[in-house]
């Protein structure tokens, strides 16, 4: 019976039901039946686990184990709680990451670390003999512990010899080291330590056991054994081979080498053997010796052991040879590995490697790097230079020099770096952009900062990572304190949770690293596996609730902290705690409420609902009036206007002289926000502050404050955090200046700064009086790491010109400086409209363009900016606005037009010339100072621009307000000017898959969707491409909020929704259910609760699920989810759904899926309580009365009871007829047009389908066994029986029913592109079917006067001209769509009632968009098919050259004459088709499309190739529904002429005239010359066509060769066939050599029929068929001119030539391409 628990067998319910069955059976056998049952399950991975997390009983053996648990030492390792402890740990080990706290995440390695280490302990344990303590206490001192307390070094060999102890068993101390404990040195410290050791597996195994209890697990549980897709760590178990220079795997690691980036200490081998010099490789190095580790093992070894010698200090000649010059500066070495492999270091009190380099690739760059270097002073060179001597004159080896603090010396000028624009970014990339991480032994810095301190950075990545370090520092401090303190509380606070949630799992490693040392590189990888992230979220759409924290302050413990989160949730957090839900603050409550996310005012929900009713230009100075200090000391927190117009001239002096007009749109803006009940971030801090005057803080107050992004908070925020921390000085502010600056911020440092200090001088005053008051200390690391000194001066100079007009804007900062010197901007001057436009050199043309990298970026102004330059030169590359880019970078920028859509003039940019000297000519600043606020403005975006590069800005401008800047910048010589005719700088650089995938997740996590979707579809990854469409959908839609019609606002919501849904079909873990969460969220403010509910059940929300669906009346499911998930759902809510489903099923009689009562009694008190009398229907069921109980259902509106009861009834005839009837009514209600059962939220509905089959169908007339076989087959899903039904409707005349069936049909979109023409016939033909009923139906003048139609759309009428349109019809859901604001409908119980008039109006509307909607998709589909159009290169040839080609491949056995009349068949069919859209609509734009199809029956009727048929093939019998074809054909080709106009088509006038009056002549020979002549397009045309020397109209000569009558039609068309050539008109190639052929085929029937010949002229002429169609060609008396027609024969020649030597240029000329040869 053990095979029951065989993987194959508990993969399904039914074997799991067994499984379990049997494990009952064997817990009431006895303990020993069990254990034979628990070992088996145990043998096999993940299986133990998974039984006993679904298994309900589990409790007593969990209990009766844990009592048994051994509590000696020598019973553990044979116990069945070892093996347990084994299986789990193991398998939790492999458990996704993201399905688990952070805490219970580490807890999990912890214990699996403490098991694997606990069995060797305890046999050690065993087997100690204790003869004396002195040779222990030898072997405890072989581990020397170094100073730092993080790395314990290894001993050397020798030591180990002479320590090693004699009188005792030798003791492997290792495993007690890595257990944390101490090795015991009497029998009684032995004994004490295996109880120990016992005591925290026991507790191990008790926490893996609560895991099993834990429901949220379950699902990835059962994942660990029947995985869909889990690949973890496909890279990260490193290939080791053993050699004497890389130790085995299984080997310990010394310690876990904590470096940037992290795969340095999972992917490398043991550093033993390595020596005193710290070894530092560059990330680049890096990655070529993993290239080596992987395809060259050998030359891996040489360079490992090569960088190992360097670390011992083994200098040689071989391997420390300087590489620059001795002028060079800082010497640069090369280690030599092979003949032309070698390694480049520089040596200080460290080795750097700075890459493993060819001989080829030693340049000049090192020469560079040296002079470079030696910048940083003459000391800075002593200590480069400077050798110890050799320890031991034998070996030679030199260990590293320890130098004293050295004074800081002020930084060498040096020459002009004479580089090539490569070397110089090579240069750049060696000294700032690349990464150097540790190769051979840890080393943890920690940056030394005061206590309090504000903090500059001109990068986020130095601020933040300096912070993350002192937490660190401080945490790591207490963990080591020997002294019993309390655990300091930290807190890291930002604006961005993306922020808050990567610092802190960058805490988390750096945590972990340091206790990782002793393991294995099989162990570290497993753990590398488990951290492993797939999928993309947005971490602000994470639940608050599912932060692992808890939802309000004053519930935070030790364990909690260092806490990382976002402002909104700290604030959050203190608000749960000090303000009612009851009142209006409640808003602050919001946690993970889709209906509430618009009621708080962030940007996009002011810019998008508040702004477009402000005055423009202003939009961010309104944090002035209620974030500032001053608001503070108002009542209501909001500065009143006096206070505020008399702010001091540097709160935002841009906008001084308009305060009013702000104030202004402050009230405006506070009035709409008091109507829509919203908040915002102030609202939130003054609700907070206000009642924190009156409250004591709630719970602990913090020990650290570090606030980041310090710009994005207001000063009232800077108050609310300072009275978290209860240690003055232990709060650390740090912001970015590259923010400070940007255009709208006020933020200035120097105004925090002055606030906390004010603050502070409060809290003394109030609280201690004799306390000494500090400033806060501010310090700016002012070295620019991200771009090279080209751009930074350039950026500096558009700070220094705002620092000197403007110098109350920003912080007085000292300059930023860059590492190295790089190429300046480039500015693109000159190119103006008389020139050759500069696009084509910077994108290329459209046909041809270049492509831009991933990390390349052109900057544009604004969306319509970007259009614009899109249209121009399409998709280049990375598009952004500056809006966008900010917080971004990239290696190249490109700032397109930035002046040009400015919306300052020349006149004020040319303030900036006063920064000029000698500029006299510049605006005098002063006398009008507020008229040059808006170029301030300017300017701080364009500091934004300019700083998203790291190696290249380019400035693009062709509009003379840029002329200011450039010469400002000319004059500094801060740009290279590029002007036509100058070399142009290559742009373009290519971009690999996986840096496409990087920098698309980086953009992702920045929120630029559109963005990211680029880099994804570029990197190949369609699954990322589909996530970010599904988020920006989810923006697009919250943009339309409060802008859109609610309808399309729900419509926006609705398909992001779908698009959530998609993807989390696809995804796994958290992801999976965030994007359902995100979907479900999404259909709730669409309106859709059923799909919400559904979405919800996906994303384990049980108690919104069930809510939704109770809201949607699905309580079926509600009552599932209350049964399967009750445990999960709050009480009041379990036990509030439950009465709500009670009173459903019993007030309805329905059966319920579950049992609503557990016993009689309790059923029949509750429907006493609530008044319920249904059940006499079901008494009169139980007494075998089945027709007066059906009859009794009908008459209270029960169908489907009622059919039951018939069919139940054996002894009445008539009950199958009557139970019939009552299915065809029920479905005709429920599904009449374009209802589906998927939009039929009514489950009875499946149960006629049911009931359907039992009927005896040999009782039925044919007629209504018909329609019951339709309903079923629609309910089911079963298209392709529709077809038959709907041909039997037909033939029966019941149009209704055939409509019904065919609506099914075609309302499933079908992809008919790759149909034959066979099956592209018979689809159209049918479909026409489709179409000209629905065409019928508005044909009738007063539709409901036909009770047919009432029935097929489900109306009813109710008196007079009053009618009902019942809920979920067809026309209800159109009339939903478009209800608000209506006036002319009521509502009603059932749906709407309106009057005939407006049901007929809305009937036919709906119809005809339904026609329009159905054709207008089957015409898309139907141009994108290639059976209209033949591959002319494969037909000929048998191959095609083109990849994809858009046309069909016919072979020419196939091409015969009736699949070139089946091909013009489905030509006439589509025209069919669409003239029912245009008879529907007939305002509709048709132009375009008629001609497109008329142009493909032209070239299907003339084709170029003769084998493809011809007109003369051309059997009228055979074509569709032949004289309404030719009917509308005509009328088509008509219509074409009266509607082309050769001012609008020029380009093609002459092609569709030709073609048009080839149509006309072939298909309507009779009228055509009438109505062809009256046509705009022949009486008067462009100029080209006008013969110069009579001015005649050319076309008048092309329409009298076709129609054929005249005596010189002949020479007409040889003279307008000339004119056409000598002029070289615009024409299709095809089109004309059709015209030649009919000129020439007329010329030689009647130059043979002239009197020349003999009575037979033709006898013995062989011609081809369709010369002989037409009569006019064998008319009498036309003139043959011999001399025009040698003359157009010569044309024709030299034609065929010139095509010929153009093919001949190629390889060959493409027979797709003649047809649109012009």
Same mark, same amino acid.
């Given at each position: 019976?053990?095979?029951?628990?065989?993987?194959?067998?508990?993969?399904?319910?039914?074997?799991?039901?067994?499984?379990?069955?049997?494990?009952?059976?064997?817990?009431?056998?006895?303990?020993?039946?069990?254990?034979?049952?628990?070992?088996?399950?145990?043998?096999?991975?993940?299986?133990?686990?998974?039984?006993?997390?679904?298994?309900?009983?589990?409790?007593?053996?969990?209990?009766?184990?844990?009592?048994?648990?051994?509590?000696?030492?020598?019973?553990?390792?044979?116990?069945?709680?070892?093996?347990?402890?084994?299986?789990?740990?193991?398998?939790?080990?492999?458990?996704?990451?993201?399905?688990?706290?952070?805490?219970?995440?580490?807890?999990?390695?912890?214990?699996?670390?403490?098991?694997?280490?606990?069995?060797?302990?305890?046999?050690?344990?065993?087997?100690?003999?204790?003869?004396?303590?002195?040779?222990?206490?030898?072997?405890?001192?072989?581990?020397?512990?170094?100073?730092?307390?993080?790395?314990?070094?290894?001993?050397?060999?020798?030591?180990?010899?002479?320590?090693?102890?004699?009188?005792?068993?030798?003791?492997?101390?290792?495993?007690?080291?890595?257990?944390?404990?101490?090795?015991?040195?009497?029998?009684?410290?032995?004994?004490?330590?295996?109880?120990?050791?016992?005591?925290?597996?026991?507790?191990?195994?008790?926490?893996?056991?609560?895991?099993?209890?834990?429901?949220?697990?379950?699902?990835?549980?059962?994942?660990?054994?029947?995985?869909?897709?889990?690949?973890?760590?496909?890279?990260?178990?490193?290939?080791?081979?053993?050699?004497?220079?890389?130790?085995?795997?299984?080997?310990?690691?010394?310690?876990?080498?904590?470096?940037?980036?992290?795969?340095?200490?999972?992917?490398?081998?043991? =550093?033993?053997?390595? !020596?005193? #010099?710290?070894? $530092?490789? @560059?990330?680049? %190095?890096? /990655?070529?010796?993993?290239?080596? +580790? *992987?395809?060259?093992?050998?030359?891996?070894?040489?360079?490992?052991?090569?960088?190992?010698?360097?670390?011992?200090?083994?200098?040689?000649?071989?391997?420390?040879?300087?590489?620059?010059?001795?002028?060079?500066?800082?010497?640069?070495?090369?280690?030599?590995?092979?003949?032309?492999?070698?390694?480049?270091?520089?040596?200080?009190?460290?080795?750097?490697?700075?890459?493993?380099?060819?001989? =080829?690739?030693?340049? !000049?760059? #090192?020469?560079? $790097?040296? @002079?470079?270097? %030696?910048? /940083?002073?003459?000391?800075?060179? +002593? *200590?480069?230079?400077?050798?110890?001597?050799?320890?031991?004159?034998?070996?030679?080896?030199?260990?590293?020099?320890?130098?004293?603090?050295?004074?800081?010396?002020?930084?060498?000028?040096?020459?002009?770096?004479?580089?090539?624009?490569?070397?110089?970014?090579?240069?750049?990339?060696?000294?700032?952009?690349?990464?150097?991480?540790?190769?051979?032994?840890?080393?943890?810095?920690?940056?030394?900062?005061?206590?309090?301190?504000?903090?500059?950075?001109?990068? @986020?990545?130095?601020?933040?990572?300096?912070?993350?370090?002192?937490?660190?520092?401080?945490?790591?401090?207490?963990?080591?304190?020997?002294?019993?303190?309390?655990?300091?509380?930290?807190?890291?606070?930002?604006?961005?949770?993306?922020?808050?949630?990567?610092?802190?799992?960058?805490?988390?490693?750096?945590?972990?690293?340091?206790?990782?040392?002793?393991?294995?590189?099989?162990?570290?990888?497993?753990?590398?596996?488990?951290?492993?992230?797939?999928?993309?979220?947005?971490?602000?759409?994470?639940?608050?609730?599912?932060?692992?924290?808890?939802?309000?302050?004053?519930?935070?413990?030790?364990?909690?902290?260092?806490?990382?989160?976002?402002?909104?949730?700290?604030?959050?957090?203190?608000?749960?705690?000090?303000?009612?839900?009851?009142?209006?603050?409640?808003?602050?409550?919001?946690?993970?409420?889709?209906?509430?996310?618009?009621?708080?005012?962030?940007?996009?929900?002011?810019?998008?609902?508040?702004?477009?009713?402000?005055?423009?230009?202003?939009?961010?100075?309104?944090?002035?009036?209620?974030?500032?200090?001053?608001?503070?000391?108002?009542?209501?927190?909001?500065?009143?206007?006096?206070?505020?117009?008399?702010?001091?001239?540097?709160?935002?002096?841009?906008?001084?002289?308009?305060?009013?007009?702000?104030?202004?749109?402050?009230?405006?803006?506070?009035?709409?926000?008091?109507?829509?009940?919203?908040?915002?971030?102030?609202?939130?801090?003054?609700?907070?502050?206000?009642?924190?005057?009156?409250?004591?803080?709630?719970?602990?107050?913090?020990?650290?404050?570090?606030?980041?992004?310090?710009?994005?908070?207001?000063?009232?925020?800077?108050?609310?955090?300072?009275?978290?921390?209860?240690?003055?000085?232990?709060?650390?502010?740090?912001?970015?200046?590259?923010?400070?600056?940007?255009?709208?911020?006020?933020?200035?440092?120097?105004?925090?700064?002055?606030?906390?200090?004010?603050?502070?001088?409060?809290?003394?005053?109030?609280?201690?009086?004799?306390?000494?008051?500090?400033?806060?200390?501010?310090?700016?690391?002012?070295?620019?790491?991200?771009?090279?000194?080209?751009?930074?001066?350039?950026?500096?100079?558009?700070?220094?010109?705002?620092?000197?007009?403007?110098?109350?804007?920003?912080?007085?900062?000292?300059?930023?400086?860059?590492?190295?010197?790089?190429?300046?901007?480039?500015?693109?001057?000159?190119?103006?409209?008389?020139?050759?436009?500069?696009?084509?050199?910077?994108?290329?043309?459209?046909?041809?363009?270049?492509?831009?990298?991933?990390?390349?970026?052109?900057?544009?102004?604004?969306?319509?900016?970007?259009?614009?330059?899109?249209?121009?030169?399409?998709?280049?590359?990375?598009?952004?606005?500056?809006?966008?880019?900010?917080?971004?970078?990239?290696?190249?920028?490109?700032?397109?037009?930035?002046?040009?859509?400015?919306?300052?003039?020349?006149?004020?940019?040319?303030?900036?010339?006063?920064?000029?000297?000698?500029?006299?000519?510049?605006?005098?600043?002063?006398?009008?100072?507020?008229?040059?606020?808006?170029?301030?403005?300017?300017?701080?975006?364009?500091?934004?621009?300019?700083?998203?590069?790291?190696?290249?800005?380019?400035?693009?401008?062709?509009?003379?307000?840029?002329?200011?800047?450039?010469?400002?910048?000319?004059?500094?010589?801060?740009?290279?000017?590029?002007?036509?005719?100058?070399?142009?700088?290559?742009?373009?650089?290519?971009?690999?898959?996986?840096?496409?995938?990087?920098?698309?997740?980086?953009?992702?996590?920045?929120?630029?969707?559109?963005?990211?979707?680029?880099?994804?579809?570029?990197?190949?990854?369609?699954?990322?491409?589909?996530?970010?469409?599904?988020?920006?959908?989810?923006?697009?839609?919250?943009?339309?909020?409060?802008?859109?019609?609610?309808?399309?606002?729900?419509?926006?919501?609705?398909?992001?929704?779908?698009?959530?849904?998609?993807?989390?079909?696809?995804?796994?873990?958290?992801?999976?259910?965030?994007?359902?969460?995100?979907?479900?969220?999404?259909?709730?403010?669409?309106?859709?609760?059923?799909?919400?509910?559904?979405?919800?059940?996906?994303?384990?929300?049980?108690?919104?699920?069930?809510?939704?669906?109770?809201?949607?009346?699905?309580?079926?499911?509600?009552?599932?989810?209350?049964?399967?998930?009750?445990?999960?759902?709050?009480?009041?809510?379990?036990?509030?759904?439950?009465?709500?489903?009670?009173?459903?099923?019993?007030?309805?009689?329905?059966?319920?899926?579950?049992?609503?009562?557990?016993?009689?009694?309790?059923?029949?008190?509750?429907?006493?309580?609530?008044?319920?009398?249904?059940?006499?229907?079901?008494?009169?069921?139980?007494?075998?009365?089945?027709?007066?109980?059906?009859?009794?259902?009908?008459?209270?509106?029960?169908?489907?009871?009622?059919?039951?009861?018939?069919?139940?009834?054996?002894?009445?005839?008539?009950?199958?007829?009557?139970?019939?009837?009552?299915?065809?009514?029920?479905?005709?209600?429920?599904?009449?047009?374009?209802?589906?059962?998927?939009?039929?939220?009514?489950?009875?509905?499946?149960?006629?389908?049911?009931?359907?089959?039992?009927?005896?169908?040999?009782?039925?007339?044919?007629?209504?066994?018909?329609?019951?076989?339709?309903?079923?087959?629609?309910?089911?899903?079963?298209?392709?029986?529709?077809?038959?039904?709907?041909?039997?409707?037909?033939?029966?005349?019941?149009?209704?029913?055939?409509?019904?069936?065919?609506?099914?049909?075609?309302?499933?979109?079908?992809?008919?592109?790759?149909?034959?023409?066979?099956?592209?016939?018979?689809?159209?033909?049918?479909?026409?079917?489709?179409?000209?009923?629905?065409?019928?139906?508005?044909?009738?003048?007063?539709?409901?006067?036909?009770?047919?139609?009432?029935?097929?759309?489900?109306?009813?009428?109710?008196?007079?001209?009053?009618?009902?349109?019942?809920?979920?019809?067809?026309?209800?859901?159109?009339?939903?769509?478009?209800?608000?604001?209506?006036?002319?409908?009521?509502?009603?119980?059932?749906?709407?009632?309106?009057?005939?008039?407006?049901?007929?109006?809305?009937?036919?509307?709906?119809?005809?968009?339904?026609?329009?909607?159905?054709?207008?998709?089957?015409?898309?589909?139907?141009?994108?098919?290639?059976?209209?159009?033949?591959?002319?290169?494969?037909?000929?040839?048998?191959?095609?050259?083109?990849?994809?080609?858009?046309?069909?491949?016919?072979?020419?056995?196939?091409?015969?004459?009736?699949?070139?009349?089946?091909?013009?068949?489905?030509?006439?069919?589509?025209?069919?088709?669409?003239?029912?859209?245009?008879?529907?609509?007939?305002?509709?734009?048709?132009?375009?499309?008629?001609?497109?199809?008329?142009?493909?029956?032209?070239?299907?009727?003339?084709?170029?190739?003769?084998?493809?048929?011809?007109?003369?093939?051309?059997?009228?019998?055979?074509?569709?529904?032949?004289?309404?074809?030719?009917?509308?054909?005509?009328?088509?080709?008509?219509?074409?002429?009266?509607?082309?106009?050769?001012?609008?088509?020029?380009?093609?006038?002459?092609?569709?005239?030709?073609?048009?009056?080839?149509?006309?002549?072939?298909?309507?020979?009779?009228?055509?010359?009438?109505?062809?002549?009256?046509?705009?397009?022949?009486?008067?045309?462009?100029?080209?066509?006008?013969?110069?020397?009579?001015?005649?109209?050319?076309?008048?000569?092309?329409?009298?060769?076709?129609?054929?009558?005249?005596?010189?039609?002949?020479?007409?068309?040889?003279?307008?066939?000339?004119?056409?050539?000598?002029?070289?008109?615009?024409?299709?190639?095809?089109?004309?050599?059709?015209?030649?052929?009919?000129?020439?085929?007329?010329?030689?029937?009647?130059?043979?029929?002239?009197?020349?010949?003999?009575?037979?002229?033709?006898?013995?002429?062989?011609?081809?068929?369709?010369?002989?169609?037409?009569?006019?060609?064998?008319?009498?008396?036309?003139?043959?001119?011999?001399?025009?027609?040698?003359?157009?024969?010569?044309?024709?020649?030299?034609?065929?030539?010139?095509?010929?030597?153009?093919?001949?240029?190629?390889?060959?000329?493409?027979?797709?391409?003649?047809?649109?040869?012009?």
């Amino acid at each position: 019976m053990l095979d029951l628990f065989s993987k194959d067998r508990i993969v399904n319910e039914a074997g799991l039901r067994a499984a379990l069955r049997h494990l009952d059976a064997m817990s009431s056998s006895g303990a020993t039946a069990l254990q034979a049952t628990v070992e088996h399950m145990l043998s096999s991975p993940h299986i133990f686990a998974y039984i006993i997390s679904v298994w309900d009983r589990r409790e007593a053996m969990i209990s009766q184990i844990m009592t048994d648990f051994p509590t000696k030492s020598q019973e553990y390792p044979a116990s069945i709680a070892r093996k347990m402890l084994d299986n789990l740990s193991m398998n939790f080990l492999a458990f996704p990451a993201e399905s688990l706290a952070m805490d219970v995440s580490r807890d999990i390695t912890r214990h699996r670390c403490f098991i694997e280490g606990a069995l060797p302990a305890l046999f050690a344990l065993n087997t100690m003999e204790f003869f004396g303590v002195e040779s222990f206490e030898d072997e405890i001192d072989l581990l020397d512990e170094s100073d730092d307390g993080f790395v314990k070094k290894k001993v050397p060999q020798k030591m180990r010899k002479r320590n090693r102890p004699k009188a005792h068993t030798s003791i492997d101390t290792s495993l007690f080291v890595r257990l944390g404990v101490v090795v015991p040195l009497t029998s009684e410290a032995a004994a004490s330590l295996s109880t120990q050791i016992l005591a925290k597996l026991k507790n191990a195994l008790s926490f893996y056991f609560s895991l099993l209890r834990r429901t949220e697990l379950a699902g990835d549980i059962k994942a660990l054994l029947f995985p869909v897709v889990r690949e973890y760590a496909k890279y990260v178990a490193p290939e080791v081979s053993s050699t004497e220079d890389v130790e085995s795997p299984t080997d310990r690691l010394n310690a876990y080498q904590m470096v940037q980036p992290m795969k340095a200490a999972l992917y490398f081998d043991n =550093a033993d053997g390595f !020596g005193e #010099w710290q070894i $530092l490789i @560059s990330t680049e %190095a890096y /990655k070529h010796l993993r290239e080596f +580790r *992987r395809t060259d093992k050998k030359t891996f070894k040489i360079i490992f052991k090569k960088i190992k010698q360097l670390s011992n200090g083994h200098f040689s000649d071989d391997n420390h040879r300087r590489l620059n010059g001795p002028d060079a500066g800082i010497p640069i070495y090369d280690a030599k590995m092979t003949k032309d492999l070698q390694l480049v270091v520089s040596v200080f009190s460290l080795i750097k490697i700075y890459g493993i380099y060819m001989d =080829a690739q030693l340049d !000049g760059i #090192w020469d560079a $790097l040296g @002079s470079h270097l %030696a910048r /940083k002073g003459r000391e800075y060179r +002593r *200590r480069c230079i400077f050798r110890n001597r050799p320890v031991l004159s034998k070996d030679n080896a030199i260990l590293p020099a320890s130098f004293p603090l050295a004074e800081p010396e002020p930084e060498c000028s040096g020459g002009p770096l004479n580089l090539s624009n490569k070397d110089m970014d090579h240069l750049h990339s060696l000294l700032v952009l690349e990464k150097y991480v540790t190769f051979s032994q840890h080393v943890f810095m920690l940056t030394v900062l005061p206590l309090t301190c504000l903090t500059y950075l001109s990068y @986020s990545t130095s601020k933040t990572t300096t912070m993350l370090f002192k937490i660190l520092g401080i945490q790591r401090a207490w963990e080591m304190s020997a002294i019993d303190m309390p655990k300091p509380r930290q807190i890291f606070v930002t604006k961005s949770r993306v922020l808050a949630t990567k610092v802190e799992e960058y805490f988390t490693k750096l945590l972990e690293s340091l206790a990782l040392a002793g393991y294995t590189l099989e162990e570290l990888a497993k753990m590398k596996a488990r951290s492993v992230q797939e999928g993309l979220v947005d971490l602000d759409d994470v639940p608050e609730s599912r932060m692992n924290i808890p939802m309000k302050y004053s519930e935070l413990e030790d364990k909690h902290f260092p806490l990382f989160l976002t402002f909104d949730r700290l604030a959050k957090m203190i608000a749960a705690d000090i303000l009612s839900r009851k009142d209006s603050a409640g808003v602050f409550f919001n946690v993970d409420d889709a209906d509430a996310h618009d009621c708080f005012v962030t940007y996009d929900v002011f810019a998008n609902q508040y702004w477009p009713h402000f005055p423009q230009n202003l939009s961010k100075n309104l944090r002035i009036v209620k974030g500032s200090e001053h608001a503070l000391t108002c009542p209501e927190g909001v500065l009143d206007r006096p206070n505020y117009l008399r702010l001091p001239h540097r709160s935002n002096p841009n906008f001084a002289n308009q305060r009013g007009i702000l104030y202004d749109m402050f009230e405006h803006y506070t009035k709409i926000k008091r109507q829509r009940r919203h908040h915002d971030v102030a609202d939130r801090t003054h609700a907070i502050l206000k009642v924190l005057r009156s409250k004591e803080f709630p719970g602990k107050q913090i020990d650290y404050l570090y606030v980041d992004e310090a710009q994005d908070n207001l000063l009232i925020d800077a108050l609310f955090l300072r009275q978290l921390c209860r240690n003055p000085d232990g709060m650390f502010w740090a912001g970015d200046t590259a923010q400070t600056i940007s255009a709208g911020s006020s933020f200035r440092f120097d105004d925090l700064k002055a606030f906390l200090y004010r603050v502070e001088q409060q809290n003394i005053s109030a609280n201690s009086a004799g306390a000494r008051l500090r400033q806060p200390a501010m310090f700016q690391l002012a070295i620019n790491y991200r771009s090279h000194g080209g751009i930074i001066n350039c950026a500096r100079s558009v700070i220094e010109l705002i620092t000197k007009f403007w110098p109350n804007t920003i912080d007085t900062l000292r300059p930023e400086m860059g590492v190295v010197d790089g190429l300046k901007p480039v500015f693109f001057t000159g190119w103006d409209k008389a020139t050759v436009h500069h696009e084509q050199f910077l994108f290329g043309t459209k046909g041809g363009h270049i492509e831009f990298g991933a990390e390349q970026c052109i900057l544009v102004r604004d969306d319509a900016a970007r259009q614009r330059l899109r249209d121009q030169v399409g998709e280049v590359g990375l598009i952004m606005t500056l809006y966008e880019s900010k917080g971004l970078e990239f290696n190249d920028v490109l700032l397109y037009n930035f002046f040009e859509d400015s919306a300052v003039d020349l006149s004020r940019w040319r303030v900036v010339l006063n920064g000029v000297d000698g500029q006299g000519y510049a605006p005098n600043f002063d006398r009008d100072e507020a008229r040059y606020a808006g170029v301030c403005s300017e300017l701080k975006i364009l500091y934004v621009g300019i700083t998203r590069a790291r190696k290249n800005i380019w400035i693009v401008d062709k509009s003379d307000r840029s002329e200011p800047m450039r010469i400002f910048w000319t004059s500094r010589n801060q740009v290279r000017n590029c002007t036509p005719g100058t070399e142009v700088p290559h742009l373009a650089v290519s971009s690999t898959p996986e840096e496409w995938a990087s920098f698309g997740r980086s953009l992702f996590s920045h929120k630029r969707y559109s963005q990211a979707i680029h880099c994804f579809e570029r990197a190949n990854l369609h699954r990322e491409v589909k996530v970010c469409e599904a988020y920006q959908l989810r923006e697009a839609a919250r943009s339309s909020v409060g802008v859109a019609l609610l309808s399309n606002q729900k419509r926006a919501f609705n398909v992001a929704a779908d698009a959530f849904t998609d993807c989390g079909a696809t995804a796994t873990g958290n992801q999976k259910l965030q994007y359902y969460r995100n979907s479900a969220d999404c259909y709730v403010r669409a309106g859709d609760d059923l799909k919400a509910a559904e979405a919800y059940l996906s994303a384990r929300e049980f108690e919104q699920a069930a809510k939704r669906y109770s809201k949607v009346g699905r309580f079926d499911k509600t009552l599932h989810v209350l049964n399967d998930h009750g445990m999960d759902i709050p009480e009041e809510t379990t036990a509030e759904l439950w009465t709500v489903c009670r009173l459903f099923y019993c007030s309805r009689t329905t059966r319920p899926p579950l049992p609503l009562f557990s016993t009689f009694e309790e059923e029949l008190e509750f429907m006493e309580d609530y008044d319920l009398d249904y059940v006499r229907a079901s008494l009169l069921e139980s007494h075998s009365r089945y027709y007066e109980a059906a009859e009794l259902h009908l008459s209270e509106n029960r169908p489907l009871e009622a059919v039951r009861a018939f069919i139940k009834d054996e002894s009445n005839v008539d009950s199958t007829i009557r139970a019939a009837d009552t299915m065809l009514e029920y479905f005709w209600r429920k599904c009449s047009f374009r209802i589906t059962v998927k939009s039929i939220a009514d489950e009875p509905l499946q149960h006629f389908i049911a009931l359907a089959d039992q009927l005896e169908a040999n009782k039925l007339t044919p007629a209504t066994r018909d329609l019951i076989s339709m309903f079923q087959n629609i309910l089911r899903g079963n298209h392709e029986p529709l077809r038959n039904l709907a041909l039997n409707f037909h033939k029966q005349n019941n149009k209704l029913a055939a409509l019904i069936c065919l609506d099914h049909i075609f309302s499933r979109t079908t992809d008919i592109r790759a149909f034959t023409v066979d099956e592209m016939q018979q689809f159209l033909q049918q479909f026409h079917t489709y179409a000209r009923l629905l065409y019928l139906i508005l044909t009738f003048p007063d539709p409901m006067k036909h009770r047919d139609l009432q029935r097929l759309f489900s109306i009813v009428r109710l008196s007079g001209d009053q009618f009902l349109i019942p809920d979920g019809t067809f026309l209800h859901n159109n009339l939903m769509e478009v209800r608000q604001g209506i006036t002319w409908i009521s509502e009603h119980s059932s749906g709407y009632t309106t009057s005939r008039r407006v049901v007929t109006q809305l009937l036919q509307q709906s119809i005809r968009t339904i026609l329009k909607d159905k054709i207008t998709e089957i015409n898309a589909m139907c141009c994108k098919s290639p059976v209209f159009s033949q591959c002319l290169q494969f037909l000929i040839s048998g191959a095609c050259r083109r990849d994809n080609c858009p046309k069909e491949h016919v072979a020419v056995s196939k091409s015969d004459r009736q699949y070139h009349d089946n091909r013009i068949a489905i030509h006439i069919w589509q025209i069919l088709i669409l003239q029912f859209m245009h008879s529907a609509h007939p305002h509709i734009e048709r132009r375009k499309s008629m001609q497109n199809w008329l142009k493909h029956l032209y070239e299907i009727n003339n084709p170029p190739f003769f084998i493809q048929g011809s007109p003369a093939d051309l059997d009228m019998n055979l074509m569709p529904l032949r004289r309404d074809g030719m009917k509308v054909g005509k009328l088509w080709i008509r219509e074409s002429f009266y509607s082309l106009d050769p001012l609008h088509t020029q380009a093609e006038f002459l092609t569709v005239l030709m073609g048009m009056t080839s149509l006309s002549f072939a298909f309507d020979k009779d009228d055509a010359p009438v109505y062809i002549s009256r046509a705009k397009c022949t009486i008067s045309g462009p100029f080209e066509l006008v013969r110069k020397w009579d001015k005649r109209y050319m076309a008048h000569d092309l329409l009298n060769s076709y129609q054929g009558a005249a005596h010189s039609s002949i020479s007409s068309g040889i003279l307008y066939i000339l004119h056409v050539l000598d002029n070289r008109l615009y024409v299709n190639l095809s089109v004309l050599c059709d015209c030649i052929e009919d000129i020439c085929s007329a010329f030689v029937i009647n130059y043979r029929m002239g009197p020349d010949f003999n009575e037979f002229p033709l006898h013995n002429v062989v011609l081809p068929c369709n010369w002989l169609l037409f009569p006019h060609k064998f008319t009498a008396k036309k003139k043959t001119n011999l001399l025009l027609m040698n003359k157009l024969l010569d044309e024709i020649a030299r034609l065929v030539e010139a095509l010929r030597v153009e093919a001949s240029m190629g390889e060959s000329l493409d027979f797709s391409e003649i047809r649109d040869y012009n």
